[in-house]
Structure formats: structure tokens, C-alpha cells
């Protein structure tokens, strides 16, 4: 049974940091892209940043660009979001997701998902 679960989410203040992981296990996923996806009370489901498992190509959000960065550890088999500089805009329930090949930044894409952390940032 293929697993997504994400823990470091919790409560910090305007400028500090927060490091999410993504704990996959279940299958291989080294044909797999994996993002992360945040969504704010009212809003949409956005994709934040992805990383692929073969290669490592990432891609970040307009909004994260410079304050963010998706890395992987593949004998963890483990995903992170290292979040540097949040802002009260940053509030949200993180998710973890996966889809076989390619990076897309539609939620309903990716096949495996996680149930999410909480990430509140205080100003």
C-alpha cells in the first residue's frame, strides 16, 4: 500500500523557517515526480514546488522562488520543503503528492497523496 506522510508542519513567526518531510514507501518511485502543494483557508489547492526522484529537476512556485527548496533523500526515500523566510501568506495545509513521469501542476495529476501538515506562520 503506497504511503505519503508528511510531519515538521507547526506554528513560527514572520522571517523563520520550517523544514516538511514526505516519508513515501509502498513502491519504487523512481519514475515518479513529487510535489508539494499548499492550500489556504478559502482558496485553492496550489502547487508550491516538484522534484523528480531520477535527476532531481526541481520547480518552484513565483510565490516561494528564492525563500523555498524541495530536496530528496532516496535512500529515505524521503522528500523535504525547506521554508526560509515565511510570511503570514505562507499559512496553509501542506500536502505531499506523487504521479508517474512528468512534473504537472494540476493536484488531481498526481496519483498518491498525503493528508497534510499545518504550517501557520504568525506576523
Known amino acids: 500500500q503506497v504511503q505519503l506522510v508528511e510531519s515538521g508542519g507547526g506554528l513560527v513567526q514572520s522571517g523563520g523557517s520550517l523544514r516538511l518531510s514526505c516519508a513515501a514507501s509502498?513502491?519504487?518511485?523512481?519514475?515518479?515526480?513529487m510535489g508539494w502543494f499548499r492550500q489556504a483557508p478559502g482558496k485553492e489547492r496550489d502547487l508550491v514546488a516538484t522534484?523528480?526522484?531520477?535527476?532531481?529537476?526541481?520547480y518552484y512556485a513565483d510565490s516561494v522562488k528564492g525563500r523555498f527548496t524541495i530536496s530528496k533523500d532516496n535512500a529515505k526515500n524521503t522528500v523535504y520543503l525547506h521554508m526560509n523566510s515565511l510570511r503570514p501568506e505562507d499559512t496553509a495545509v501542506y500536502y505531499c503528492?506523487?504521479?508517474?513521469?512528468?512534473?504537472?501542476?494540476?493536484?488531481?495529476?498526481?496519483?498518491?497523496r498525503g493528508q497534510g501538515t499545518q504550517v501557520t506562520v504568525s506576523s
Open positions: 503528492a506523487a504521479r508517474r513521469g512528468g512534473v504537472l501542476s494540476g493536484w488531481a495529476a498526481y496519483e498518491y
Open positions: 509502498g513502491r519504487t518511485f523512481s519514475a515518479y515526480a
Open positions: 522534484i523528480t526522484w531520477i535527476g532531481g529537476s526541481t
